[in-house]
């Protein structure tokens, strides 16, 4: 058996391979442009595993796509722009990787005679709508990020019904975890500020609430939708703990385990509101439970003590 991962050398792509290859005997090939994982984590992941081809190339070119798909039954399509902020600053860009990137992979899969192609969508999509998010909810966007990964979500559902490919849109809420040195999203941000010495930024008040789920989760989610034989040609899944917890709730915890191990850490900042950004925004899971038999695993508490200790061992800060 072998998969395509796009996208493979980024924070969900590492924890995805390294679970591969504890528990599969598959073999994996990446595809990734490494224009935001140009740090080591994807050498560190694969070792001395002989399971793992990395193609080095790009998602907007047919070419590259076609090079690492050839023999693999199935792919996982994390290629993306993958930030918020980064989208409402360049539109384009993001609608290049997260809609064009996308149309290229079907088209491919499809050529190439794929069984499965499992994408990174996001709960972002939906927009600040009536909370928990779910599959049956209206999407209402905030940000080309989420308007971007709509029109993915639209591709999937077109080449399954058009070309009969089987497509799986996984809707993750906000992931975190080791190996996310690369991210900006709130956890790792916060804990990279701590260890570099710095204050940390809070947008607004920090009443704003996420569903936090740990990358192990999503990696397992991923395998679950892949393995799964599901209802429908066509599936979006939420993929997130079913829980909301505040950005403030967030940073006292990582403050005291951070003071609890000897550090001083700053108070937090709090700076403007970003444009794009969603309040209130947590995940029913109920689809994910019933049809992939999906249950995170450890609590937040845990999950959030195993990040630090990563990040303690394996990021020098600027201290
Ligand atoms: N991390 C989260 O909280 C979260 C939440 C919801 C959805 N997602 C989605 O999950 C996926 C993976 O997210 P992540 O956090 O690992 O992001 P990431 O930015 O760490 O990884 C993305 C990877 O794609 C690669 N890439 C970028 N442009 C490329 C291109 N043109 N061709 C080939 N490779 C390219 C990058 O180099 C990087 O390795 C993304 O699609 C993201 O939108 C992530």
Redesign the pocket.
């Known amino acids: 058996m072998k998969v395509l991962v796009?996208?493979?050398?980024?924070?969900?792509?590492v924890n995805l391979i390294e679970m591969l290859l504890e528990k599969t005997d598959w073999e994996v090939h990446v595809?990734?442009?490494?224009?935001?994982?140009d740090n080591g984590m994807l050498e560190r992941v694969i070792g001395d595993s002989m399971r793992v081809k990395v193609f080095n190339?790009?998602?907007?070119e047919m070419d590259d796509i076609i090079a690492a798909m050839e023999g693999c039954t199935y792919v996982v399509s994390?290629?993306?722009?993958?930030g918020v902020l980064p989208s409402v600053e360049d539109p384009i860009y993001d609608m290049e990787?997260n809609v064009k990137?996308v149309i290229n992979i079907l088209s491919s899969a499809v050529d190439l005679g794929v069984k499965k192609v499992v994408h990174?969508?996001?709960?972002?999509l939906l927009g600040e709508g009536k909370l928990p998010l779910n599959e049956e909810r209206i999407p209402q966007p905030m940000a080309p990020y989420g308007a971007s990964?709509l029109a993915g979500e639209g591709y999937l559902s077109a080449w399954a019904a058009s070309y009969g490919l089987n497509t799986v849109a996984l809707r993750?809420?906000?992931?975190y975890g080791p190996k996310s040195i690369?991210?900006g999203?709130a956890i790792a941000k916060f804990i990279k500020q701590i260890m570099d010495g710095d204050q940390v930024e809070i947008w607004g008040d920090g009443s704003q609430t996420r569903d936090l789920v740990y990358v192990k989760d999503i990696a397992n989610a991923i395998y679950l939708s892949l393995v799964t034989d599901l209802p429908n040609r066509y599936e979006v899944i939420h993929i997130g703990t079913g829980e909301e917890i505040s950005i403030e709730e967030v940073f006292d915890l990582i403050y005291q385990k951070f003071l609890d191990r000897g550090y001083e850490p700053k108070p937090a900042l709090h700076t403007d509101w970003k444009p794009g950004e969603i309040r209130k925004n947590w995940s029913s899971i109920e689809k994910a439970r019933k049809v992939l038999g999906f249950e995170p695993q450890d609590s937040f508490d845990e999950n959030i003590e195993k990040t630090i200790e990563w990040f303690i061992e394996n990021y020098e800060g600027k201290q």
């Not at 796009?6 to 792509?13: E, M, N, R, V």
């Not at 994390?78 to 993958?82: D, E, I, K, N, T």
Request: proline share 0%.
């Open positions: 796009t996208g493979g050398a980024g924070f969900i792509g595809l990734d442009n490494f224009t935001t994982s190339g790009d998602i907007r994390l290629a993306a722009q993958s990787l990137g990174a969508s996001s709960n972002a990964k993750f809420s906000s992931v690369n991210k999203s």
